[in-house]
């Protein structure tokens, strides 16, 4: 009987050499007679044992990780084929402790299978929240969502299930659901991972949606720089059309679901919400003034859903296991859970499936293992780069949307990036008014003209000109980026500012009192 | 060999997609993976063929950083210089990739080789710093490891 034999085809893993393995077990095999068959899977989000090699056993899966394609050999004459002991074992997958404290949900699929065989999806599940819907009113599966509590993935965590209402509520011969796959944020990476190793659920997701809202048409609003999850989403969308989940009677539900990806061009900035309805129409990415709310009025001026890839990749389990399955995860009104994404300067970088709830140095040490560089962690960027920078007083602080935001910062996507003490915060501050200022789309002055100004008194105040007037000039301006800007891209870049100023004065030359005083 | 009349081939290129509701993307897309830019002789048949102004189509291909209307070196090396890379010694990175291609952001070695560009995130944060070579991404890549990879794309350039 031949040995499976799983090699992820995750882009994280093909960055660091997993075709190269592939091909040496390949080879290997061949050379020893021995009978194996490899399947590509996804990603388990390991990253740090990347490319992590498993054999399934009788026992279960064995991993084997980081891999490089000159261990081969030697992992042969260690009869890995039959998970032998070997310095790269790590045992059985789902029993690293990294994974085994997981709560996966959305992720529930990834890296267990060969990301495009239907079979696979149907044998684990994939399907049931989708054909639970098609014999569901509109009104009903609005219902299942709301009462599931599940907020927006996005970042700004509105309530998914009254957005879906107002669509549905909307009177029109033509409505849309769009996927927001422009996953912009550094240190996030669940939306990229998920496409490349379960689309199916996204797909499921959207069918869900449109027969929720009435929408007939759905686009995934992809960035240019994520080819391998392109490719993986066109021949999924391929292969689900072909097997009637999508079409003029998606899933048997007499309803026609038709579904699209479509490439950005590398703007930031078309990460929200309506720059991306602009992009996708076939223009400038320049946000739009609201309201009128995309709901109401949004791609080509038609009712239209906008949520993120988590978002709709969560609705399926909820239809599937209902709502109170996933409300009762979670804490607050932060229900359900969250796939937080480990990176930057940690030893253990990945993808960790949890409940809301759990706290930053729980992820960034229980999880994370402490700094890859051995170093103390100083200071901790949640939500992307327009979340604030937490110091490590404030990691305690358990994650969840109103936690968060009542110490001014954010969960967002669930993005979090560490740094060591050889981080220069006054660097930090000065390169989020800098991107801020490459990535405007230009609509309004606090954003394109005060992200500029921002650039030139940070460096007043780095080169000690006037510092305490340069610091309440430099408050005042992010005071006026915060009220003025029209989206959140000029009205957060304040966060990353102003709390690399508040908790690390001394990185700007200043004393701490000047700092509180200004 | 017979030579293919470079106006024609945009023109089927622009054909193939305008039908689709909100084409300038695709359009330009198609454009960019066949002919390495956009030219500027192109700009008049897209506005034709969207019914928009010469203008409108100059104001989307500038918008975007992905679209270039100059042709680049043979291959693009993308260097990632956001938040997660820069925890991970992306600037030293950053330094030693301009030079050794002998180039500043936007430009190009002096072989034609290579046109260096920044990018803002490549979702390789959990293996960072990471660069994109065309469709290709690398992970964990010290200055000795950017050295090799270089080697490798020289090689099948």
Redesign the interface.
């Known amino acids: 009987m031949s040995t499976k034999i799983f090699v992820p085809i995750d ?2 893993a ?3 050499g997993a075709d190269k393995v592939a091909k040496a077990i390949a080879d290997e095999a061949a050379q020893r007679g021995a009978d194996v068959q490899i399947v590509r899977n996804g990603s388990r989000g390991m ?2 044992l ?1 490319p992590l090699v498993e054999v399934e056993t009788e026992h279960g899966r064995i991993a084997y990780g980081p891999v490089r394609a000159k261990d081969v050999t030697e992992l042969f004459d260690h009869d890995f084929l039959q998970g032998k002991h070997h310095r790269l074992c790590h045992g059985l997958t789902e029993h690293i402790p990294f994974f085994a404290g997981q709560e996966r949900l959305t992720f529930a699929r990834v890296g267990l299978t060969d990301p495009l065989c239907l079979d696979d999806y149907a044998a684990r599940g994939g399907w049931e929240g989708l054909n639970r819907a098609a014999a569901l009113s509109a009104a009903d599966i609005v219902k299942q969502v709301t009462d599931s509590g599940l907020r927006g993935r996005g970042g700004a965590a509105f309530p998914t299930g009254i957005k879906w209402n107002t669509v549905l509520g909307a009177q029109a011969a033509q409505k849309y659901i769009v996927c927001n796959a422009d ?7 669940s ?2 991972m998920l496409m490349e190793g379960d689309p199916y659920v996204l797909i499921e997701g959207m069918a869900i949606a449109g027969l929720a809202v009435g929408a007939t048409q759905g686009y995934i609003y992809l960035r ?5 999850a392109f490719k993986t989403l066109k021949a999924a969308i391929g292969k689900a059309r072909a097997a009637g989940f999508l079409g003029r009677d998606a899933d048997h539900s007499g309803r026609n679901f038709e579904l699209e990806v ?7 900035i078309c990460g929200e919400e309506t720059a991306l309805l602009e ?8 946000v739009r003034a609201k309201p009128p709310l995309p709901a109401l009025k949004g791609l ?1 001026g038609q009712p239209t859903v906008v949520n993120n890839v988590m978002t709709l990749a969560s609705v399926p389990i909820i239809m599937a296991k209902g709502a109170a399955f996933y409300r009762d995860y979670g804490m607050g009104r932060s229900h359900g859970t969250l796939p937080f ?5 940690l030893r253990h ?3 960790v499936e949890k409940a809301f709830g759990l706290t930053l140095r729980e992820l960034l040490y229980d999880y994370g293992g402490g700094s ?1 560089s051995g170093r103390p962690i100083r200071a901790v ?1 949640v939500g992307g ?1 327009l979340g604030a920078y937490v110091p490590e007083s404030q990691f305690d602080t358990p994650l969840d949307y109103e936690s968060f935001a009542a110490m001014g910062a954010m969960v967002g996507h669930g ?1 979090i ?4 003490d050889m ?1 220069d915060m006054a660097a ?1 501050a000065r ?1 989020a008014m800098e ?1 801020c200022a ?2 405007s789309c230009g609509k309004c002055t606090p954003c394109r003209i005060g992200s500029t100004r921002g650039t030139e008194v940070i460096d007043r105040i780095i080169a000690g000109e006037e510092r305490p007037r340069n610091v309440a000039l430099l408050k005042s301006l992010c005071d006026t980026m915060t009220a003025g800007s029209l989206c959140a891209h000029g009205g957060m870049t304040p966060f990353p500012v102003l709390s690399a100023l508040r908790h690390f004065p001394g990185d700007f030359g200043i004393a701490d009192t000047d700092s509180q005083a200004a | 060999m017979n030579a293919i009349d470079p106006q024609a081939q945009i023109q089927a290129i622009i054909d193939a997609h305008s039908g689709l509701p909100g084409a300038m993307l695709p359009i330009l897309h198609g454009l960019q993976d066949a002919l390495g830019h956009i030219p500027e002789t192109a700009i008049p048949l897209i506005a034709k063929a969207l019914n928009v102004s010469r203008a409108e189509v100059h104001g989307v291909v500038s918008f975007y950083h992905h679209f270039r209307t100059e042709p680049s070196g043979r291959r693009i090396v993308e260097v990632c210089r956001a938040e997660s890379c820069q925890a991970m010694g992306a600037a030293k990175l950053e330094a030693h990739a301009k030079a050794i291609l002998g180039t500043d952001w936007h430009g190009t070695s002096p072989d034609g080789a290579f046109t260096l560009e920044p990018v803002y995130c490549l979702g390789q944060c959990a293996c960072s710093p990471a660069i994109r070579i065309g469709d290709e991404v690398h992970g964990r890549v010290s200055c000795e490891r950017f050295d090799e990879i270089i080697a490798d794309a020289r090689s099948e350039a």
């Open positions: 882009s994280t093909l960055a660091l990253a740090w990347e996953e912009g944020d550094s240190g996030t990476f939306d990229r240019s720089e994520y080819p391998h479509r490439l950005g061009a590398g703007a930031y992009s996708l129409e076939g223009k400038r990415g320049v080509f994404q480990l990176a930057g300067n970088t990945g993808l890859a960027q780069p993005g990036v560490a740094f060591d981080v930090q390169y991107f490459a990535e």
